[in-house]
């Protein structure tokens, strides 16, 4: 890809962040990565990231993607584990878009329907630099937000820097909290035992 493109500083950014670029077309880059979040409860997450150069984003634009692209994120990227034993899916959409509608806006900052092991999380930069993205963390899934927004924000508004991705503080607090309970536990089954 030539530096000209018109999301050449997203796909450096992928560079910067670890992905390995799968495709390149015009108007769209596809990337995954692979990452063991010992601070999430041990789990692996299979990223797959869209970043997706539109016109005019719509709700009727991001109903069709989220279908195309959930089904094309799990042939791009499939993990040697099953999905829910100890890994997930993150489907990331970065939309740089010349204008942002209000529905399409609200569909960026809510939460996105619940599934086992999956996560589908769209965000937006418009052409007067605004970002719209995941406001309140959910329940479900909630140690891997962290992780979910500043990849995004990275994308939609590239550094070009490598910086350290944070950690989950909730996530590391619930894997001290299991590994504790392990301890206990094995403690615990050793002197039944004994």
């Known amino acids: 890809m030539t530096a000209d493109h018109p999301l050449s500083a997203q796909q450096q950014e992928l560079s910067c962040l670890g992905f390995r670029v799968l495709e390149v077309m015009p ?63 993150a489907v990331l959409v970065a939309y740089i878009a010349d204008q942002v509608d209000l529905e399409a806006r609200q569909l960026c900052q809510r939460k996105t329907k619940i599934r086992f092991a999956q996560f589908y ?27 979910f927004r500043y990849i995004l924000n990275r994308l939609l508004k590239p550094e070009g820097t490598p910086n350290q991705e944070p950690r989950s503080t909730a996530g590391m607090i619930l894997t001290g909290v299991f590994g504790v309970y392990m301890v206990f536990l094995v403690l615990f089954l050793v002197s039944i035992l004994s």
Not at 40 to 50: E, S
Not at 62 to 83: E, V
Not at 129 to 140: A, D, V
């Open 27 to 89: 108007d769209t880059i596809i990337a995954a990565r692979r990452t063991f979040n010992w601070e999430c409860l041990l789990t692996w997450v299979n990223y797959t990231v869209f970043v997706r150069r539109v016109p005019l984003l719509n709700a009727q634009v991001m109903a069709t993607d989220q279908l195309t692209l959930m089904q094309q994120a799990q042939k791009a990227n499939q993990s040697p584990l099953p999905r829910g034993f100890q890994s997930g899916n």
């Open 121 to 147: 999380v769209p965000a937006a930069l418009d052409q007067d630099r605004q970002i719209y993205l995941i406001q309140k963390t959910p329940l479900w899934g909630f140690i891997y937000y962290v992780k």
